[in-house]
């Protein structure tokens, strides 16, 4: 039952964010286009015509993974699976959206500082959920 709790508990970030982020994509899609600017047009032309490259689809589709996997770790039968894939999501989250070294300013340095580790500690608890013993 703790289990369980706990999965809810730590699902409820990544389902809010994945419908946050359908309803209103603007301004993460505007986050995000940076970072995907300087990774995906350095691998476009070598992929294939059906993936998509655009921020704002690609922005659309992690909130998609967000609330699928949020929604499996929290009601569905391998919550394992759904945490793993979780935690692979924030990665590229984490950089395109918390890159506090690339701030000057020290205030907002440090708010996206506190989100980068924000982003870790769930990154870790997702990696437990993924591998404790039942």
Do not use: C, Y
């Amino acid at each position: 039952m703790v289990r369980r709790l706990a999965r809810l508990l730590l699902a409820a970030v990544f389902i809010h964010s994945g419908v946050d982020t359908l309803r209103h994509p603007e301004k993460r899609v505007a986050t995000a286009t940076p970072w995907l600017d300087s990774t995906i047009l350095k691998v476009k032309d070598k992929l294939p015509e059906q993936v998509p490259t655009d921020p704002d689809t690609l922005v659309k589709l992690d909130a998609g993974v967000k609330l699928v996997a949020g929604l499996g770790l929290a009601f569905g039968p391998f919550p394992r699976f759904w945490a793993l894939v979780l935690a692979g999501d924030l990665v590229p989250t984490t950089l395109a959206g918390h890159a506090f070294w690339q701030h000057d300013d020290p205030a907002n340095r440090a708010a996206h500082r506190t989100h980068f580790l924000k982003n870790l500690g769930l990154i870790g608890g997702l990696i437990t959920a993924a591998f404790e013993k039942s």
